[in-house]
């Protein structure tokens, strides 16, 4: 009578299985008296699969916003494509991390440091997601124009600046939630003032009396400048999150 629910069990989602495996262990170390130590060392391991995904998640938008960038500067439709349907993995990463979280929440049921750096997990998921939402908006803007360009000529180097430091803050990103290292944290607000830079050189050339490229065409670029600056916007958040993680208090840094 065991088999069927045990088969069951090992049939339902990642989630699922992962509650039983943790209940069995418990029942296990119940039954032959085995160290607690054991189930505080499978949670750490936990919280470091966490720690990865997240990781993870940011190497995605990091290169979703790379390849979006080069799409946009080159009028490249497949490769907007790819940008466009690689966000459904992204969306399905970040759904899986969060039910993970709450099902370890409910299991463990942590406090202090540890309950801190869970919620804030949550909250920095959300972040990468959005981020790789603005990657997405990007490249449908590229299918939207195609086969024309959606960037005037002299806004080429602009956008392109904007591009490779969104990358930059990504991948710095990606080393502060890995590393922990609250420095470098803070470092993101000073990397993000580039990015304002830019956005605000963008608007200097739409307002400017000699622009020639219509009402459309001024649309796509205050749009583009958008998602560029809100994508470092999240990744600036998600530092900010880092360092409650670890101080479990907020950056003063503006």
Known sequence: MIFTPLYS????????KHTFTWLLARVVIHRYGLPMAWLRT?????????????????ALVTDAIDKATHALLTADLAEAEVIIKSDDQIDEIQHDLDARIID???????????????????????????????????????RLRHPQGAVPSELLLTIEEMGKVAKLISLKTGEVISSKDIEKAVELETDDDQMDKLHRQLFVALLDDNWSHGIETAIDITLIGRYYERYADHAVSVARRVYFQVTGKYSNAN
């Open 9 to 16: 069990v090992t049939n339902c989602s990642p989630v699922g």
């Open 42 to 58: 499978a949670f750490q391991d936990e919280l470091d699969g966490v720690t990865q995904t997240l990781v993870d998640l940011s």
């Open 104 to 142: 370890i929440i409910a299991r463990q049921q942590p406090v202090a440091s540890d309950l801190r750096a869970l919620v804030t997990a949550l909250r920095m998921s959300a972040d990468l997601e959005r981020m790789g939402d603005m990657a997405h908006h990007v490249a449908k803007i590229t």
